[in-house]
């Protein structure tokens, strides 16, 4: 089946650690993004690339890094240094480049708990 | 930067009855696309509807339709006999258009409504 996959569902951290949460997609997208959200609130963008070996901060990157090495997948690392990373994270990807195509589809989720 | 309002932060309908979220935007932009995205109790972001801006048709699918109204930077979702399986929180979502550079495909979410949807 085609669609975006995230792992895991959910994720516990102590303080201190680094946890890197996957994104794959199989859709041939060549744009990907990574969004947090918390309680009560709409979608934040963290990072996005629009194409392998290339990628951008969005409104809240303080505190992650991202890779893109390959298209279908676009790792996020929430690193110690983001202050309050509990939350839920989603990861879209986009086919992007022209009409019709400028539609982001989104992965299931990864609840992260920091302990 | 985009803005992205919706002003009822919770709505209910009874079910086979009609609701309308509202939805206004802030830009000054003038080739960009709207969406209405769907957020049940499993967190699974679902597309309900997209519109472009250059269109002066309203977007329609099935018992979900808009209506974009441009000047007044407003874009409201209308869902039709509503069914249980609409309870979800809604978002409405701006996407600036491909006019080539890094901005490109980035998208500014509204705060959301929850909507119940009652038997």
């Known amino acids: 089946d085609g669609g975006i996959t995230q792992s895991p569902k959910y994720l516990f951290r102590k303080e201190g650690q680094n946890v890197t949460l996957s994104c794959e997609q199989n859709l041939n997208h060549d744009a990907m993004y990574w969004y947090r959200q918390d309680p009560g609130q709409g979608l934040r963008l963290i990072y996005y690339?629009?194409?392998?070996?290339?990628?951008q901060k969005g409104d809240i990157a303080e505190g992650y890094s991202v890779s893109r090495e390959k298209k279908e997948s676009f790792p996020l690392t929430v690193t110690s240094a983001q202050k309050n990373p509990t939350a839920f994270y989603l990861c879209a990807s986009m086919l992007g480049g022209s009409e019709g195509t400028d539609t982001q589809y989104f992965g299931p989720g990864t609840r992260l708990t920091v302990l | 930067a985009q803005t992205v309002t919706q002003s009822q932060p919770e709505m209910s309908v009874q079910e086979a009855e009609t609701v309308t979220l509202s939805c206004t935007y802030d830009t000054s932009e003038n080739n960009y696309y709207l969406f209405w995205y769907k957020q049940p109790p499993s967190r699974q972001m679902i597309l309900v509807i997209r519109?472009?801006?250059?269109?002066?048709q309203n977007a329609t699918e099935n018992r979900f339709s808009v209506n974009f109204q441009k000047a007044a930077k407003s874009f409201s979702l209308k869902i039709s006999d509503s069914q249980l399986g609409d309870t979800a929180m809604y978002f409405c979502?701006?996407?600036?258009?491909?006019?080539?550079?890094?901005?490109?495909?980035?998208?500014?979410f509204g705060q959301g409504t929850i909507l119940t949807v009652h038997p």
């Open positions: 690339s629009q194409i392998v070996n290339d990628f």
């Open positions: 979502a701006f996407m600036k258009g491909n006019a080539g550079g890094t901005s490109y495909g980035k998208l500014t």
């Open positions: 519109q472009e801006a250059y269109k002066q």
